[in-house]
């Protein structure tokens, strides 16, 4: 059966970003900014996003679009006769499935926020209240259940029609939506009165909380947010890669990508400060932020039922733009392995990450006993960790490894395939770095994952 294709180079961005753009944009880019120092932190970010991620994003779609397959049979289409890579493919799949026994029930919260504000069941309710619905839904698995089962049905339906007519159409949309609301909510938010002071907190250089943090701590967060806001390491991306042509160079088209994921994490900055800091709320971070902490901005603010539902509805995009994006991954990762046709292959997969899912909504209720990384750590960290401090660091020095080694792809077929077509170049000089001193960045994330969760 002949492969599909996207359509459009705008689909391949749009739906690339859609897959790095996630929650994580949200409840965490805004809050370590106006903590770091605004402005001073975010250039920081930037230098970083360049650095670090540019080079394995590159490196991940330079081996999807060379062997034209996901990552379940890219490194055994690439690799050198003999060698091992091809065993991470099973790395790179468990991080992707890892990545959706949560995140399908995140999800589902975005969804449950939507029709609850829209209901207006957060009008008229204090702080405390607000509060109690977001613990009372943690405490009820079947209204969990039952929304994570919604977003596992929709999404898997967007990839059931297929690469052109589902995954890339509808994200295409979904994505264009998001980059509209987020504007509109921004505008909004900045026309409040006293949000001023808001704006100031959020974008103005203030060294001085760089030198009350210390640098290698903001360095190390600032390095930590542009790693992991990109899903870079279990083929998330590589994915895309193969699903595009030779007409342009990668390094651009990365670039592309960044700037969108960048733009969506600094937006959520304008929509959240200037609304906190105007109704007096003190901004948060994590959960507590969107499920209690906005949801009193938007008690408080006029018209706040409708711009609270607009709000979610712009989460609910943005975590189903990831849901999609990795349920096609994991889709074409199976059937590379197994030759199973796509549909057959989706209807098991609904099942799958149905079932697999449970754990994680379990954790808040049932299994609340269980702590899996000690103190008071449910499921839903567990499994976050294993993805973001574990199989994304590693699967990244993979990734790495098998383009600048002469043991794996090698430098200058890796060069050959990123420069191909019309574009950006990517910069020769940065051999070293990339072969040398980018590992042990990565290595150094991987280990501070570990020191701040056993030693901290």
């Known amino acids: 059966m002949e492969r599909e294709t996207f359509s459009s180079r705008l689909g391949f961005i749009l739906i690339s970003a859609g897959c790095a753009i996630g929650l994580g944009n949200v409840w965490r880019f805004p809050f370590i900014t106006g903590m ?7 250039l920081i970010y930037l230098l970083f996003l360049l650095i670090l991620g540019l080079p394995i994003m590159v490196s991940e779609f330079a081996v999807g679009r060379a062997s034209v397959h996901s990552a379940a049979l890219s490194f055994d289409v690439l690799e050198p006769k003999g060698t091992k890579w091809h065993w991470y493919k099973y790395g790179a799949i468990t991080g992707n499935i890892f990545l959706m026994m949560f995140y399908t029930t995140v999800s589902g919260w975005m969804l ?3 029709y609850k504000m829209m209901a207006g069941d957060f009008v008229g309710l204090d702080a405390k209240g607000v509060g109690t619905i977001f613990g009372n839904l943690l405490t009820d698995p ?22 052109q007519k589902g995954v890339e159409r509808i994200t295409k949309v979904m994505m264009s939506f998001l980059l509209i609301l987020m504007l509109v909510l921004a505008v909004n938010s900045i026309m409040l009165p006293n949000s001023s002071a808001g704006l100031e907190y959020y974008l103005y250089p203030d060294f ?3 030198e009350e943090h210390g640098l290698q701590e903001v360095i190390f967060a600032a390095m930590g947010q542009a790693f992991f806001t ?3 390491g279990i083929g998330a991306l590589a994915i895309f890669g193969s699903y595009i042509g030779k007409e342009q160079r990668l390094t651009g088209e990365a670039m592309y990508i960044m700037a969108l994921d960048t733009f969506v994490a600094i937006t959520s900055g304008l929509i959240i400060f200037p609304a906190c800091f105007s109704f007096g709320i003190t901004p948060g971070s994590g959960p507590s932020l969107l499920f209690v902490t906005l949801p009193n901005v938007f008690n408080a603010m006029p018209g706040g039922q409708f711009w609270g539902a607009m709000f979610f509805l712009f989460m609910l995009f943005a975590a189903m733009s990831t849901v999609i994006a990795v349920f096609e991954n994991i889709t074409s990762c199976i059937c590379d392995l197994t030759n199973w046709e796509r549909k057959k292959t989706i209807r098991l997969g609904v099942v799958a990450i149905i079932v697999l899912s449970m754990p994680c909504i379990l954790g808040f209720n049932v299994w609340s006993n269980f702590h899996p990384l000690g103190g008071s750590s449910c499921i839903l960290d567990f499994e976050d960790f294993i993805v973001s401090n574990n199989l994304l660091p590693l699967g990244s020095l993979v990734y790495l490894a098998f383009c600048t080694s002469r043991y794996g792809w090698g430098w200058d077929n890796f060069i050959k395939e990123a420069d191909t077509g019309n574009g950006v170049q990517f910069p020769k000089w940065i051999r070293f770095y990339a072969t040398y001193i980018l590992p042990f960045i990565v290595l150094y994330i991987f280990v501070q994952g570990y020191w701040a969760l056993f030693f901290k």
């Not at 770091?36 to 975010?42: H, L, Q």
């Not at 079947?142 to 690469?163: A, E």
């Open 36 to 42: 770091y120092g605004g402005a001073s932190f975010v």
């Open 112 to 114: 449950y926020y939507f």
């Open 142 to 163: 079947l209204t969990m259940t039952l929304n994570m089962v919604i977003i596992v049905l929709v999404c898997f339906s967007v990839c059931y029609l297929g690469v």
């Open 208 to 210: 001085s909380k760089i």
């Open 230 to 232: 990109l899903s870079l």
